[in-house]
């Protein structure tokens, strides 16, 4: 178990290399200049860019930029190219922002996906599991800002419900139950659109898992035996069927972090994914190296995670 | 339900059931994906006409680019269907001109990222040992960036173009193809007729073109099928946040972009085009899966 943990560590220290290889070289080989004043602008002196420059090692020969930018990220010395803030500081203000909203989402990913995949497979070929595929396939399609903005539109316009921001402005609240009920309130939205897809992926997965679960002799000998038709369905059926519930997390996370930087800009949501669109608009290289690097490191922790809780679930798996 | 074919009162003993085994393909008792592959072969046909009829001159039903401010975000009327935009543009003829964007940009990604990942694929898979190893880290790697994300970067630092985003797209969603391409191989290698092959001393450019890819020739069609709504909605995503296909070309993902400004005014700016990338890419899924499902019966 020590040893699987510590050689899956192992080969994600490579692939972090390799994904930090991969960024640099993809954001630094394309065309087009980082400078904050624009390429061709006349009234900056020659002096003042090569200081800038060279306070960004853009400089030196690309091997260099590659390692200079390495050591900087390790140290935390890495700067933004726009305002000049820390990297880190940019990021740490917008990650919890980011992170509860991608929880959130997973969260509701993993439990009405479960639920929409556990009835689908259920009623199999039925209308009604018909009515389940075809919503899973309804919520993958959606567009993200399309539904946002159809949100925002009937929401806000015609309820008048606040919904953007992370919290109601210029409210005093009596207690902290009510600020943390409004934060809620303000994240559910977003996280809710943010996870369709997630919800329609995981329904997916799960119904065919269930349908194979179903079809296993230990199911017929449970029924055999006269168990109650929902305990055979939730603790032999559901459980064994759980596996790709769990191989999921690792995957939706770098899918639920691609639509927050949508999502984040229509709801307002000051994360990641907004400072991720606005670097890109301003080309602030180091933030997007960053950036990615950061996510990268999600997504492999997410996945050690779920190989672990694979095993815990499932005896039959071996870590080795 | 061939095996009960026989049982079946037929009116002809000679004729073979043809016209029964026809009917009868699994993907064709899927009504509603019959239905979903109709509203595709429509899209493309509309597509095809626009385009046809505005080479010859007679953009129908009007010039998606002709301005007219005096009458801006007039809402949906018999003379304007779907209404007009901020510059006094008729929506629907817009939608016409983009539909062929939407759908080329579909297809033409599609086939970049399968030409990548099935080369890479067949690789790791027929070569194994070290270079699968290196191949699927390679494939691992790239599925730890949030590829929405990297695309946008791409895109928007090499500036968009049509070109720019389809090379894009297809540069960066062409791992799962690879996987699944490579799982092909592994499993097809071991059949006998690929051992035979082998041991019959044919070369491998014959084993992988003429035995092995035809059969994994299926699976890359399904992956294809499902990868085009996949790429549709990034490039929708894309033209929202102002990276896609560039005004004046009309786009379904820029007509959004342009009017998310009025958005409390004008909703038919918002909810047609909208509807169009949404029923596409639902369709393009349907289809899909129900091959996907016809495959495994």
């Known amino acids: 178990m020590l040893s699987f943990i510590l050689r899956r560590l192992g080969l994600s220290v490579v692939l972090l290399f390799l994904i930090s290889f991969i ?78 909203l991608n929880i959130m989402a997973i969260l509701f990913s993993l439990s009405f996906g479960t639920l929409l995949g556990l009835y689908g497979a259920l009623y199999r070929g039925n209308w009604k599991d018909m009515i389940l595929s075809f919503l899973s396939f309804l919520f993958i399609a959606l567009p993200g800002f399309w539904i946002s903005y159809l949100l925002v539109l009937t929401l806000v316009k015609h309820v008048g419900i606040p919904i953007l921001g992370t919290h109601s402005y210029g409210i005093e609240f009596p207690n902290h139950l009510a600020l943390w009920l409004d934060r809620l309130w303000h994240l559910m939205l977003p996280a809710i659109v943010l996870s369709l897809a997630g919800i329609a992926t995981q329904s997916r997965y799960l119904r065919s898992s269930m349908i194979e679960t179903l079809q296993e002799n230990y199911i017929l000998t449970a029924r055999a035996k006269g168990l109650a038709p929902t305990v055979v369905l939730y603790q032999h059926a559901l459980r064994n069927s759980l596996r790709p519930l769990i191989t999921g997390i690792g995957m939706l996370l770098p899918i639920l972090i691609s639509g927050s930087v949508i999502i984040e800009t229509i709801f307002a949501y000051p994360g990641m994914g907004q400072l991720g669109y606005q670097a890109v608009l301003e080309r602030d290289y180091p933030i997007l190296v960053t950036l990615n690097f950061i996510v990268a490191t999600m997504v492999l922790l997410g996945n050690l995670l779920s190989d672990l809780l694979y095993a815990w679930v499932d005896p039959r798996v071996r870590l080795e | ?26 993907f064709c008792k899927n009504k509603i994906a019959l239905l979903a592959l109709s509203v595709i072969l429509f899209l493309t046909l509309v597509a095809a006409a626009t385009l046809l009829l505005s080479w010859l001159g007679l953009p129908w039903p009007m010039n998606p680019n002709a301005t007219d401010l005096s009458q801006k975000l007039l809402p949906p009327s018999p003379l304007h269907w779907l209404g007009t935009d901020h510059l006094g543009r008729d ?60 695309i946008l970067t791409v895109v928007a630092l090499l500036g968009p173009s049509l070109m720019n985003i389809v090379l894009v797209i297809g540069l960066v969603s062409w791992t799962g193809t690879a996987r699944l391409v490579r799982g092909e191989f592994l499993t097809l290698r071991e059949t006998p007729y690929v051992q035979a092959a082998f041991t019959l001393g044919q070369n491998s450019s014959t084993i992988i073109f003429r035995h ?77 899966d129900s091959l996907r499902e016809a495959g495994e019966k």
């Open chain 1, 23 to 100: 960024s640099f070289f993809i954001i630094t080989l394309t065309p087009g200049s980082p400078y904050p004043w624009g390429e061709m602008n006349p009234k900056i002196s020659p002096e003042v860019k090569a200081a800038f420059r060279k306070k960004f090692h853009l400089d030196l020969p690309l091997h260099q930029q590659y390692a200079m930018m390495l050591h900087d990220l390790f140290t935390g010395e890495l700067r933004s190219m726009k305002d000049d803030l820390p990297v880190m500081n940019k990021i740490s203000t917008r990650l919890p922002a980011t992170l509860s």
């Open chain 2, 1 to 26: 339900m061939s095996s009960f074919s026989g049982l079946q009162p037929s009116s002809s003993n000679i004729q073979p059931d043809y016209q029964q085994r026809v009917g009868s393909h699994p």
């Open chain 2, 91 to 150: 929506v629907f003829s817009r939608m016409l001109h983009g539909a062929p964007i939407s759908l080329t940009v579909g297809f033409t990604a599609v086939i970049v990222s399968l030409s990548i990942g099935v080369v890479i694929g067949s690789i790791a898979g027929f070569c194994g040992g070290k270079v699968d190893q290196f191949l699927m880290r390679l494939v691992d790697a790239f599925l730890c960036f949030p590829t929405f994300f990297l």
């Open chain 2, 212 to 288: 092995i890819l035809p059969n994994a020739a299926a699976v890359i069609l399904i992956t294809a099928v499902l990868g085009i709504p996949e790429v549709i909605l990034a490039e929708a995503g894309l033209s929202f946040l102002g990276f896609g296909v560039q005004p004046p070309q009309a786009t379904w993902g820029n007509i959004i972009a342009d009017g998310k400004a009025y958005l409390l005014e004008a909703w038919w700016l918002i909810l047609f085009p909208g509807f169009a990338i949404f029923v596409t890419a639902l369709s393009f899924y349907l289809v899909g």
